[in-house]
């Protein structure tokens, strides 16, 4: 598990066929069809997506030996709610803030709920700092102040 040191987790994406060597064109959801030949080939999204899809229960290991994508690019996929475990799955995250198991995303959804509670006092004590801040400056003074030339 070393995902969480904030690396970039770069991502395969088929630029050219494998039989001919056309430009792959996206077609959606992890997708790509040869221009030339209209061979299909999937990105780490999509190989990932297709797997989880057919086999629910696997785990986070067999999905990652059968698509041949890393354990720590699926993690990341999972992290960003790009793709949503099956409520059967072995395959676990854990929430950011307590550590609970969870679906997808960065918190369980108690944490979650309590996070954004969190945004919003601090968004509002912005706020009203703003508020108290402009109820409380002068409108006639002069910011500018008088320039005086001095001469060395
Ligand atoms: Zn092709
Ligand atoms: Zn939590």
Known sequence: MNNRRGETVLF??????????GPMIF???GEYECEQC????????????NYI????????????????????????LL???RIEVAPDSVIFLNCALCGAE????RYCSACAAKVKQ???????????????MGYA????????????????
Do not use: M, W
């Open 12 to 21: 395969y994406k088929p630029v050219n066929c494998e039989k001919c060597g």
């Open 27 to 29: 077609k959606g959801v």
């Open 38 to 49: 209209g061979a299909i080939a999937y990105d780490d999204y999509g190989k990932v997506r």
């Open 53 to 76: 899809e057919k086999h629910p229960g696997a785990t986070l290991g067999d999905v990652s030996y059968a698509t041949g994508v890393s354990k720590e690019k699926i993690r990341q």
């Open 79 to 81: 992290v960003e709610e």
């Open 102 to 105: 969870i679906r997808s995303g």
């Open 118 to 132: 969190d945004e919003q006092r601090v968004a509002k004590v912005v706020k009203d700092k703003q508020k108290k």
């Open 137 to 152: 400056s002068d409108p006639n003074r002069d910011v500018t102040g008088r320039r005086r030339f001095e001469r060395h």
